[in-house]
């Protein structure tokens, strides 16, 4: 009977201010930024489709690192959008649950790409003789699913436990979508177990890829000091903090944001916007657009559409 109670509760989404006026400006943004990375991101899944100079593994992972950024920003902003638009801003305890799973089933994945990358170009600037053997297409497709297989565990592990929990308080979630740390205080019964998942799985993910990603960078870094061209020591500097900004930003706002106890406040909705909008949004245009190789097969591709275009 309980069990029925749960999964029947509906819960209310309640994000940012109610005035009307805000909302719509709100709607724009969201709605721009959709786009924008939908775009972006789906431009970059094209180009390296079509440029054969691109099959490598770099650009194997910005691929899977493209769809996990589609997928992230789909599960988030159309509700978001909804729920300005359109004033429905209830979703039922099963919406709650399929919403928590995907977001850490793609966040998680999400994390072990990132560390898939920084040990690609950790292989690439600090053993280039031994790169093409360590770094064979084998591996490369090991790495992405296991990225993936890691995901949907952490995912098990973190939404099967919700199914024990009951909801006798408020059904007010201040937030523009079903997280964990916001759902978790709605509920009566005893949070032990979901909390200590919630924190083992956070730290071991959180701490298991970002620290080994510092420490690939860091060991690019060291390696980029001794290059003896400054402009190629600036060009390689500039791709490679563009990267460590990224990643900082994915895990300490990620990480800290599930770890800390949820407020519900504004700025914790916007930090939460920064992982789950602002990255997918950004990574098209850090780890792609800013690059010569990507650049030049844009242009190509361009170029071939227009040849194509005039013949007809």
């Known amino acids: 009977m309980p069990s029925n109670q749960t999964t029947d509760t509906k819960f209310i989404l309640l994000p940012f201010p109610s005035s009307l006026h805000i909302h719509y400006v709100l709607v724009f943004i969201f709605l721009l930024m959709y786009l924008l990375t939908l775009t972006g991101n789906l431009l970059i899944m094209a180009v390296i489709k079509m440029d054969s100079h691109l099959h490598t593994p770099m650009y194997f992972f910005l691929v899977n690192l493209s769809i996990f950024d589609i997928f992230y ?145 860091a060991r690019i870094i060291s390696a980029i000091l001794k290059i003896n061209s400054a402009s190629g020591r600036s060009k390689a500097f500039s791709t490679c903090s563009s990267h460590v900004m990224v990643v900082i930003l994915f895990f300490v706002t990620g990480v800290g944001l599930y770890i800390s106890p949820a407020t519900g406040s504004i700025l914790e909705q916007v930090i939460s916007l920064q992982y789950s909008m602002v990255t997918p949004l950004l990574n098209p245009i850090i780890y792609s657009l800013k690059n010569v190789e990507v650049k030049i097969a844009i242009r190509k591709m361009w170029e071939k559409r227009i040849i194509l275009s005039s013949t007809y």
């Open 73 to 217: 920003s789909s599960v988030m902003a159309p509700k978001l959008i909804q729920i300005l638009l359109a004033k429905d801003n209830t979703i039922s305890f099963s919406g709650c649950l399929i919403q928590i799973g995907l977001i850490y089933f793609i966040g998680s994945s999400e994390a072990f790409i990132l560390s898939a990358m920084a040990y690609d170009r950790y292989s690439a600037i600090c053993n280039p003789l031994g790169y093409l053997m360590v770094m064979s297409k084998r591996f490369c497709v090991f790495l992405a699913c296991g990225s993936y297989i890691l995901g949907v565990i952490n995912s098990l592990l973190n939404t099967l436990p919700l199914l024990r929990l009951h909801f006798c308080g408020s059904h007010l979630i201040h937030h523009y979508s079903c997280e964990l740390p916001v759902l978790l205080p709605l509920s009566c019964t005893d949070l032990f177990l979901n909390k200590m998942i919630l924190f083992m799985t956070m730290f071991l993910i959180g701490f298991g890829c970002f620290l080994p990603i510092l420490f690939s960078y």
